[in-house]
């Protein structure tokens, strides 16, 4: 898939600030500081797209853009910050979940995991929520360039290992490095085929 045009169009924290043109979306979450917005600047080419941090919970709302005027990039807020106050995170949780949940556009939830940790639980219970649910996801390991080919296949495998405990049949699987320029071509390629079926459905 080529990217030929990207730009902002809104961010909002319900339905009402959503865009309301009915194109399809693709999201993209994870843990605060798993490089989500890293990720996002890499797979569309803009350095600053979404906007970087050291500071876990930078991503507040809700964020769209427009890839080549046929579908929206969502950029959601992290979670698992645990420096946030509880009401934050309270509604932060309720943004997440009701998009997740009621939002027709959304197509895919890519689930933003680093590589270099072993099985966390919330990251777990967030994945088998979407599984009990019914949203269509991918998983995305992060930071690959951290470890050695050896340790990344031994926390695959241990990933591998604790899903099966609760799942059938895996997700999709991708790994990927801003650093390494690894794994673009693979994440915006299962998007394109995304966007045909949705297409081809209509």
């Known amino acids: 898939m080529q990217l030929y045009s990207i730009e902002y169009t809104t961010s909002g924290v319900s339905e009402e600030q959503y865009p309301k043109d009915k194109k399809p979306e693709i999201a993209f979450i994870g843990r605060s500081n798993v490089g989500k917005s890293s990720l996002i600047n890499f797979l569309t080419g803009k350095k600053e797209l979404a906007k970087t941090?050291?500071?876990?919970?930078?991503?507040?709302?809700?964020?769209?853009?427009?890839?080549?005027?046929?579908?929206?990039?969502?950029?959601?807020?992290?979670?698992?910050?645990?420096?946030?106050?509880?009401?934050k995170k309270n509604l932060w949780n309720v943004m997440i979940k009701n998009y997740i949940l009621k939002r027709e556009n959304l197509q895919n939830l890519f689930v933003l995991v680093d590589s270099r940790h072993a099985p966390l639980e919330n990251d777990i219970q967030f994945i088998n929520w979407l599984g009990e649910e019914g949203i269509p996801f991918a998983l995305v390991f992060t930071k690959i360039d951290k470890l050695s080919a050896s340790q990344l296949r031994k926390n695959l495998q241990e990933y591998t290992k604790r899903l099966l405990e609760d799942w059938?049949?895996?997700?999709?699987?991708?790994?990927?490095?801003?650093?390494?320029?690894?794994?673009?071509?693979?994440?915006?390629n299962y998007i394109e085929r995304i966007l045909e079926t949705v297409k081809q459905s209509k």
């Open 53 to 87: 941090s050291q500071t876990p919970g930078k991503t507040q709302t809700l964020n769209f853009f427009l890839v080549n005027q046929q579908w929206y990039l969502v950029d959601m807020p992290g979670y698992g910050y645990a420096q946030q106050s509880q009401r």
């Open 168 to 188: 059938e049949t895996l997700p999709p699987i991708f790994t990927t490095s801003t650093v390494a320029k690894f794994g673009k071509e693979e994440l915006l």
